[in-house]
């Protein structure tokens, strides 16, 4: 199982980072941009990145890590409190 962990990590270091802006997040979450919002101040959604002074983006491969780790079927979404 450890070695399954260093392949991946190994493999995830050499992908190109691909950074995905607002709209594509909103898309690809299917939630909306003020619930994410909330979920990444609760530190359940990941850091948004500043690409410049005025535009932010979020690494597609943890937005992905995300949507693969959400509850399958008949879950409680990652907060209730929304």
């Avoid at 950074?19 to 898309?27: G, L, S, T």
């Avoid at 979920?39 to 890590?65: M, N, T, Y």
Wanted: aromatic content about 8%; glycine content about 6%.
């Amino acid at each position: 199982m450890k070695q399954l962990y260093l392949l991946i990590k190994i493999w995830r270091n050499t992908q190109m980072t691909k950074v995905i802006r607002r709209p594509q997040i909103v898309e690809k979450t299917g939630q909306s941009y003020s619930t994410l919002n909330k979920l990444e101040q609760q530190g359940l959604f990941p850091k948004r990145r500043c690409i410049s002074a005025k535009c932010v983006g979020w690494l597609e491969h943890e937005v992905d890590e995300y949507l693969n780790n959400l509850p399958t079927g008949k879950g409680k979404p990652p907060s209730s409190s929304l």
